[in-house]
Protein backbone atom coordinates (compact mmCIF):
# COMPACT_ATOMS: atom_id res chain seq x y z
CA UNK A 1 0.00 0.00 0.00
CA UNK A 2 2.82 2.15 0.91
CA UNK A 3 4.76 1.02 -1.70
CA UNK A 4 2.40 1.38 -3.89
CA UNK A 5 1.91 5.10 -2.65
CA UNK A 6 5.51 6.50 -3.44
CA UNK A 7 5.75 4.74 -6.76
CA UNK A 8 2.76 6.14 -8.04
CA UNK A 9 4.14 9.67 -6.70
CA UNK A 10 7.46 9.66 -8.24
CA UNK A 11 6.23 7.30 -11.93
CA UNK A 12 6.20 9.58 -14.45
CA UNK A 13 3.00 8.80 -16.17
CA UNK A 14 -0.54 9.59 -15.15
CA UNK A 15 -3.37 8.52 -13.38
CA UNK A 16 -6.34 9.34 -11.42
CA UNK A 17 -6.53 12.63 -9.60
CA UNK A 18 -3.14 13.97 -10.84
CA UNK A 19 -4.40 13.13 -14.63
CA UNK A 20 -7.30 16.27 -13.80
CA UNK A 21 -4.72 18.37 -12.07
CA UNK A 22 -2.20 17.72 -14.93
CA UNK A 23 -4.72 18.88 -17.44
CA UNK A 24 -5.54 22.21 -15.16
CA UNK A 25 -1.43 22.89 -15.34
CA UNK A 26 -1.40 22.22 -18.95
CA UNK A 27 0.20 25.11 -21.27
CA UNK A 28 -2.92 25.85 -23.80
CA UNK A 29 -0.40 27.46 -25.97
CA UNK A 30 3.08 27.80 -27.56
CA UNK A 31 3.68 30.61 -25.73
CA UNK A 32 3.01 29.09 -22.37
CA UNK A 33 5.54 26.52 -22.86
CA UNK A 34 8.17 26.62 -20.57
CA UNK A 35 11.97 25.24 -21.98
CA UNK A 36 12.48 24.10 -25.19
CA UNK A 37 13.35 26.78 -26.67
CA UNK A 38 14.47 25.61 -29.93
CA UNK A 39 11.33 23.13 -29.88
CA UNK A 40 9.18 25.88 -29.60
CA UNK A 41 10.59 27.85 -32.40
CA UNK A 42 11.09 25.77 -34.82
CA UNK A 43 7.36 24.28 -34.45
CA UNK A 44 5.98 27.75 -34.07
CA UNK A 45 7.63 28.80 -37.61
CA UNK A 46 6.32 25.29 -38.59
CA UNK A 47 2.38 26.30 -37.75
CA UNK A 48 2.52 30.08 -38.24
CA UNK A 49 3.87 28.95 -42.41
CA UNK A 50 0.80 26.68 -42.58
CA UNK A 51 -1.64 29.64 -40.88
CA UNK A 52 -0.37 31.64 -43.58
CA UNK A 53 -0.62 29.88 -46.37
CA UNK A 54 -4.26 28.37 -44.81
CA UNK A 55 -2.84 24.79 -45.37
CA UNK A 56 -3.23 22.18 -42.85
CA UNK A 57 0.89 21.62 -41.29
CA UNK A 58 3.18 18.68 -42.32
CA UNK A 59 3.01 16.24 -39.86
CA UNK A 60 4.73 16.02 -36.61
CA UNK A 61 7.01 13.61 -34.68
CA UNK A 62 7.23 14.10 -30.99
CA UNK A 63 9.78 12.11 -29.47
CA UNK A 64 11.04 11.90 -25.88
CA UNK A 65 11.19 10.35 -22.39
CA UNK A 66 7.40 10.38 -20.71
CA UNK A 67 6.15 13.54 -18.94
CA UNK A 68 8.08 15.97 -20.62
CA UNK A 69 5.04 17.44 -22.78
CA UNK A 70 4.39 15.81 -25.91
CA UNK A 71 0.78 15.32 -25.16
CA UNK A 72 0.80 18.83 -24.07
CA UNK A 73 2.37 20.31 -27.54
CA UNK A 74 -0.15 17.70 -29.94
CA UNK A 75 -2.79 19.80 -27.89
CA UNK A 76 -1.12 22.95 -28.67
CA UNK A 77 -0.42 22.34 -32.25
CA UNK A 78 -4.69 21.87 -32.55
CA UNK A 79 -5.31 24.68 -30.14
CA UNK A 80 -2.56 27.13 -32.32
CA UNK A 81 -4.17 26.02 -36.08
CA UNK A 82 -7.99 26.54 -34.19
CA UNK A 83 -8.55 22.75 -35.47
CA UNK A 84 -10.33 19.81 -33.88
CA UNK A 85 -8.11 17.12 -32.08
CA UNK A 86 -8.60 13.51 -32.86
CA UNK A 87 -6.66 11.34 -30.43
CA UNK A 88 -5.78 7.53 -30.10
CA UNK A 89 -2.84 5.26 -29.70
CA UNK A 90 -1.02 2.62 -31.05
CA UNK A 91 -2.03 0.23 -29.07
CA UNK A 92 -5.58 0.64 -29.53
CA UNK A 93 -5.17 0.33 -33.36
CA UNK A 94 -4.66 -3.47 -33.86
CA UNK A 95 -6.22 -3.45 -37.40
CA UNK A 96 -5.97 -1.67 -39.92
CA UNK A 97 -9.48 -1.08 -40.18
CA UNK A 98 -9.43 0.71 -37.20
CA UNK A 99 -7.12 3.35 -38.97
CA UNK A 100 -8.90 3.08 -41.57
CA UNK A 101 -12.27 4.20 -39.65
CA UNK A 102 -10.56 6.98 -37.84
CA UNK A 103 -9.36 8.11 -41.01
CA UNK A 104 -12.23 8.21 -43.24
CA UNK A 105 -14.34 10.38 -40.19
CA UNK A 106 -12.12 13.61 -40.28
CA UNK A 107 -11.93 16.70 -41.74
CA UNK A 108 -9.79 18.69 -44.06
CA UNK A 109 -7.54 20.10 -41.27
CA UNK A 110 -7.98 18.15 -38.74
CA UNK A 111 -5.04 16.99 -36.36
CA UNK A 112 -4.96 13.10 -35.58
CA UNK A 113 -2.97 12.31 -32.37
CA UNK A 114 -1.32 9.03 -31.81
CA UNK A 115 0.37 8.17 -28.96
CA UNK A 116 3.00 5.69 -28.83
CA UNK A 117 2.62 5.41 -32.49
CA UNK A 118 6.05 3.22 -32.35
CA UNK A 119 3.12 0.09 -30.57
CA UNK A 120 0.76 0.07 -33.56
CA UNK A 121 0.51 -2.83 -35.83
CA UNK A 122 1.92 -3.39 -38.71
CA UNK A 123 -0.52 -3.56 -40.86
CA UNK A 124 -2.16 -0.09 -39.91
CA UNK A 125 1.88 1.52 -39.93
CA UNK A 126 1.15 0.80 -43.49
CA UNK A 127 -2.44 2.04 -44.37
CA UNK A 128 -0.83 5.11 -41.92
CA UNK A 129 1.90 5.57 -44.71
CA UNK A 130 -0.03 5.71 -47.39
CA UNK A 131 -2.69 8.26 -45.58
CA UNK A 132 0.35 10.44 -44.57
CA UNK A 133 2.00 10.72 -48.15
CA UNK A 134 -0.61 10.44 -50.09
CA UNK A 135 -4.33 11.39 -48.24
CA UNK A 136 -5.71 7.90 -49.44
CA UNK A 137 -6.45 4.92 -47.90
CA UNK A 138 -7.22 1.20 -49.03
CA UNK A 139 -10.13 0.15 -47.31
CA UNK A 140 -10.65 -3.30 -47.83
CA UNK A 141 -14.01 -5.14 -48.03
CA UNK A 142 -15.02 -8.64 -48.00
CA UNK A 143 -12.77 -11.31 -47.21
CA UNK A 144 -10.65 -14.25 -48.50
CA UNK A 145 -10.39 -14.19 -52.17
CA UNK A 146 -13.29 -12.10 -53.04
CA UNK A 147 -11.89 -9.10 -50.55
CA UNK A 148 -11.43 -5.76 -52.83
CA UNK A 149 -9.51 -2.58 -51.79
CA UNK A 150 -11.83 0.37 -52.45
CA UNK A 151 -9.56 3.36 -52.24
CA UNK A 152 -10.87 5.98 -50.49
CA UNK A 153 -9.90 9.63 -49.94
CA UNK A 154 -9.17 11.89 -47.20
CA UNK A 155 -8.94 15.43 -46.45
CA UNK A 156 -5.45 16.96 -45.96
CA UNK A 157 -4.82 16.43 -42.24
CA UNK A 158 -2.07 16.50 -39.81
CA UNK A 159 -0.46 13.24 -37.73
CA UNK A 160 1.28 14.41 -34.83
CA UNK A 161 3.09 11.27 -33.51
CA UNK A 162 4.33 10.95 -29.99
CA UNK A 163 6.54 8.30 -29.11
CA UNK A 164 9.14 7.84 -25.94
CA UNK A 165 10.89 5.00 -28.43
CA UNK A 166 12.18 6.80 -31.47
CA UNK A 167 14.84 4.13 -32.56
CA UNK A 168 11.74 1.58 -32.62
CA UNK A 169 9.64 3.38 -35.49
CA UNK A 170 10.48 1.70 -38.99
CA UNK A 171 12.51 4.20 -41.03
CA UNK A 172 9.31 4.94 -44.03
CA UNK A 173 7.21 5.99 -40.92
CA UNK A 174 9.68 8.39 -39.33
CA UNK A 175 10.79 9.63 -42.91
CA UNK A 176 7.27 10.81 -43.64
CA UNK A 177 7.11 12.95 -40.86
CA UNK A 178 7.85 16.90 -41.89
CA UNK A 179 8.90 17.92 -38.81
CA UNK A 180 10.32 16.12 -35.93
CA UNK A 181 10.92 17.20 -32.38
CA UNK A 182 13.17 15.47 -29.84
CA UNK A 183 12.24 16.63 -26.33
CA UNK A 184 15.21 16.59 -24.01
CA UNK A 185 15.00 16.77 -19.81
CA UNK A 186 14.59 20.10 -18.95
CA UNK A 187 17.65 22.24 -17.38
CA UNK A 188 16.42 23.51 -13.44
CA UNK A 189 16.10 26.85 -14.25
CA UNK A 190 12.80 25.89 -16.73
CA UNK A 191 11.56 23.50 -14.01
CA UNK A 192 12.00 26.08 -11.60
CA UNK A 193 9.66 28.63 -13.88
CA UNK A 194 6.83 25.58 -14.12
CA UNK A 195 7.03 24.92 -10.50
CA UNK A 196 6.16 28.36 -10.17
CA UNK A 197 3.70 29.36 -12.75
CA UNK A 198 1.95 25.97 -11.31
CA UNK A 199 2.10 27.21 -7.88
CA UNK A 200 0.19 30.00 -8.99
CA UNK A 201 -2.16 28.30 -11.12
CA UNK A 202 -2.45 26.16 -7.95
CA UNK A 203 -3.05 29.18 -5.56
CA UNK A 204 -0.40 27.67 -2.97
CA UNK A 205 2.68 30.66 -1.46
CA UNK A 206 5.90 28.83 -2.37
CA UNK A 207 8.99 30.77 -1.61
CA UNK A 208 12.05 30.94 -3.35
CA UNK A 209 14.08 28.15 -1.72
CA UNK A 210 11.25 26.17 -2.13
CA UNK A 211 10.36 26.43 -5.92
CA UNK A 212 14.44 25.68 -6.12
CA UNK A 213 14.46 22.52 -4.16
CA UNK A 214 11.35 21.29 -6.05
CA UNK A 215 12.77 21.68 -9.26
CA UNK A 216 16.57 19.97 -8.44
CA UNK A 217 14.85 17.00 -7.52
CA UNK A 218 12.05 17.04 -10.61
CA UNK A 219 14.13 14.43 -12.59
CA UNK A 220 14.50 17.06 -15.19
CA UNK A 221 10.54 16.05 -16.23
CA UNK A 222 8.04 18.73 -15.64
CA UNK A 223 5.12 16.05 -15.11
CA UNK A 224 7.25 14.84 -11.70
CA UNK A 225 7.53 18.85 -10.82
CA UNK A 226 4.30 19.10 -10.65
CA UNK A 227 3.58 16.01 -8.84
CA UNK A 228 5.85 16.89 -6.55
CA UNK A 229 4.61 20.83 -5.94
CA UNK A 230 1.55 19.12 -4.91
CA UNK A 231 3.00 16.42 -2.23
CA UNK A 232 4.77 19.49 -0.75
CA UNK A 233 1.73 21.51 -0.46
CA UNK A 234 -0.11 18.45 1.62
CA UNK A 235 2.83 18.33 3.28
CA UNK A 236 3.41 22.23 4.18
CA UNK A 237 -0.78 22.27 5.01
CA UNK A 238 -0.39 19.11 7.36
CA UNK A 239 2.75 19.79 8.85
CA UNK A 240 3.84 23.30 8.28
CA UNK A 241 1.56 26.68 7.89
CA UNK A 242 0.83 25.88 4.20
CA UNK A 243 3.61 27.95 2.74
CA UNK A 244 5.89 26.25 0.70
CA UNK A 245 9.76 27.00 2.05
CA UNK A 246 12.83 25.23 1.47
CA UNK A 247 13.24 23.43 4.43
CA UNK A 248 9.45 22.39 4.45
CA UNK A 249 10.00 20.98 0.50
CA UNK A 250 13.14 19.57 1.79
CA UNK A 251 11.49 17.61 4.62
CA UNK A 252 8.43 16.67 2.05
CA UNK A 253 11.11 14.97 -0.57
CA UNK A 254 12.76 13.16 1.96
CA UNK A 255 9.57 11.92 3.31
CA UNK A 256 9.05 10.79 -0.62
CA UNK A 257 11.64 9.30 -0.71
CA UNK A 258 13.60 11.62 -3.61
CA UNK A 259 17.05 12.23 -3.20
CA UNK A 260 19.06 15.26 -3.86
CA UNK A 261 19.54 14.37 -7.54
CA UNK A 262 16.16 14.00 -7.87
CA UNK A 263 16.50 10.05 -8.76
CA UNK A 264 13.63 8.03 -7.45
CA UNK A 265 13.14 4.58 -6.14
CA UNK A 266 13.48 2.66 -9.38
CA UNK A 267 15.91 4.95 -10.36
CA UNK A 268 17.89 3.69 -6.96
CA UNK A 269 16.84 0.05 -7.18
CA UNK A 270 18.55 -0.14 -11.14
CA UNK A 271 21.67 1.44 -9.95
CA UNK A 272 21.85 -0.67 -6.94
CA UNK A 273 20.83 -4.27 -8.45
CA UNK A 274 24.02 -3.05 -11.52
CA UNK A 275 26.26 -2.52 -8.67
CA UNK A 276 25.25 -4.80 -5.65
CA UNK A 277 24.27 -7.53 -7.50
CA UNK A 278 25.92 -8.04 -11.05
CA UNK A 279 29.21 -6.30 -9.52
CA UNK A 280 28.85 -3.09 -11.72
CA UNK A 281 27.78 -5.31 -14.83
CA UNK A 282 27.49 -5.19 -17.91
CA UNK A 283 23.92 -7.33 -17.88
CA UNK A 284 21.50 -6.95 -19.89
CA UNK A 285 18.37 -5.53 -19.70
CA UNK A 286 16.10 -7.82 -19.71
CA UNK A 287 17.71 -9.72 -16.77
CA UNK A 288 18.74 -6.14 -14.91
CA UNK A 289 14.44 -5.60 -15.16
CA UNK A 290 14.12 -9.30 -13.49
CA UNK A 291 16.43 -7.92 -10.91
CA UNK A 292 14.30 -5.09 -10.02
CA UNK A 293 11.44 -6.36 -10.66
CA UNK A 294 9.86 -4.54 -12.82
CA UNK A 295 8.69 -4.67 -17.39
CA UNK A 296 11.42 -4.23 -19.15
CA UNK A 297 10.13 -1.22 -21.27
CA UNK A 298 10.15 0.45 -17.67
CA UNK A 299 13.30 -0.11 -17.41
CA UNK A 300 14.31 1.00 -20.59
CA UNK A 301 12.08 4.01 -21.26
CA UNK A 302 11.12 5.21 -17.50
CA UNK A 303 14.53 4.89 -15.40
CA UNK A 304 17.06 4.19 -18.03
CA UNK A 305 17.27 8.14 -20.26
CA UNK A 306 17.29 9.82 -17.17
CA UNK A 307 20.45 7.44 -15.36
CA UNK A 308 22.03 7.34 -19.21
CA UNK A 309 21.64 11.51 -18.80
CA UNK A 310 23.21 11.97 -15.82
CA UNK A 311 26.16 9.60 -15.83
CA UNK A 312 25.07 6.63 -13.87
CA UNK A 313 24.76 3.93 -16.30
CA UNK A 314 25.93 3.36 -19.92
CA UNK A 315 24.67 1.22 -22.72
CA UNK A 316 27.29 -0.81 -24.30
CA UNK A 317 27.47 -4.03 -25.94
CA UNK A 318 27.24 -6.22 -23.89
CA UNK A 319 25.08 -4.81 -21.39
CA UNK A 320 24.35 -2.05 -19.25
CA UNK A 321 27.37 -0.87 -16.86
CA UNK A 322 27.28 1.26 -13.47
CA UNK A 323 29.93 3.97 -13.60
CA UNK A 324 31.91 5.58 -10.68
CA UNK A 325 29.39 7.73 -10.30
CA UNK A 326 26.34 5.45 -9.70
CA UNK A 327 28.38 3.61 -7.11
CA UNK A 328 29.40 6.74 -5.48
CA UNK A 329 25.26 7.94 -5.32
CA UNK A 330 25.10 4.74 -3.33
CA UNK A 331 28.31 5.40 -1.10
CA UNK A 332 29.86 2.78 -2.39
CA UNK A 333 33.78 2.30 -4.07
CA UNK A 334 33.52 1.83 -7.71
CA UNK A 335 36.01 -1.25 -8.50
CA UNK A 336 38.91 -0.35 -9.90
CA UNK A 337 38.89 -0.92 -14.01
CA UNK A 338 41.16 -3.65 -14.85
CA UNK A 339 43.34 -2.32 -17.63
CA UNK A 340 42.89 -5.74 -19.89
CA UNK A 341 39.01 -6.65 -18.61
CA UNK A 342 36.21 -5.65 -20.40
CA UNK A 343 35.32 -2.87 -17.87
CA UNK A 344 37.09 -0.29 -19.63
CA UNK A 345 33.88 -0.05 -22.00
CA UNK A 346 31.82 2.19 -19.18
CA UNK A 347 33.91 5.20 -20.58
CA UNK A 348 33.21 4.95 -24.30
CA UNK A 349 30.27 7.62 -25.08
CA UNK A 350 30.61 6.80 -28.48
CA UNK A 351 29.20 3.30 -27.00
CA UNK A 352 26.23 4.66 -25.36
CA UNK A 353 23.70 4.14 -28.23
CA UNK A 354 24.43 0.43 -28.90
CA UNK A 355 22.53 -2.05 -27.24
CA UNK A 356 23.79 -5.54 -26.73
CA UNK A 357 20.01 -7.28 -27.48
N1 LIG B 1 7.05 22.86 -21.40
C1 LIG B 1 6.20 22.74 -20.39
N2 LIG B 1 5.89 23.79 -19.63
C2 LIG B 1 5.06 23.66 -18.58
N3 LIG B 1 4.47 22.51 -18.22
C3 LIG B 1 4.74 21.42 -18.95
C4 LIG B 1 5.60 21.48 -20.07
N4 LIG B 1 5.70 20.26 -20.60
C5 LIG B 1 4.92 19.46 -19.86
N5 LIG B 1 4.34 20.16 -18.86
C6 LIG B 1 3.49 19.60 -17.81
O1 LIG B 1 3.84 18.25 -17.63
C7 LIG B 1 2.71 17.41 -17.73
C8 LIG B 1 3.08 16.20 -18.53
O2 LIG B 1 3.25 16.52 -19.89
P1 LIG B 1 2.71 15.58 -21.06
O3 LIG B 1 1.49 14.86 -20.62
O4 LIG B 1 2.58 16.42 -22.26
O5 LIG B 1 3.90 14.57 -21.22
P2 LIG B 1 4.15 13.43 -22.30
O6 LIG B 1 5.46 13.72 -22.94
O7 LIG B 1 2.96 13.31 -23.18
O8 LIG B 1 4.29 12.13 -21.42
P3 LIG B 1 3.97 10.56 -21.78
O9 LIG B 1 5.11 10.05 -22.60
O10 LIG B 1 3.92 9.89 -20.45
O11 LIG B 1 2.65 10.55 -22.49
C9 LIG B 1 1.60 18.26 -18.35
O12 LIG B 1 0.39 18.06 -17.70
C10 LIG B 1 2.04 19.69 -18.14
O13 LIG B 1 1.36 20.25 -17.06
MG1 LIG C 1 1.53 11.80 -23.34
Redesign the pocket.
Known sequence: MEEEHLRALTQ???DGDDRVV??A???KSLD?????HRVRDQLGLVLEAARQRGRAPDHVL?S????????????IIANEMSAPLRVTSGPAITHAGDLASILSGINEGDVVFV??IHRMSRPAEEMLYMAMEDFRVDVVVGKGPGATAIPLDIPPFTLVG?T?RAGLLPGPLRDRFGFTAH?DF?EPA?LD??VR??AGLLGVEITDGGAGRIASRSRG???I??RLLRRVRDYAQVRADGVLTDEVAAAALDLYEVDDLGLDRLDRSVIEALCLRFAGGPVGIATLAVAVGEERETVEEVAEPFLVRNGFLVRTPRGRVATPAAWEHLGLTPPRIDPAGGRSSTSGTGQQELFED
Open positions: ADADALRPEVVGQLGPPGLGKTTLAMDEATLYDLIRSTPRAN
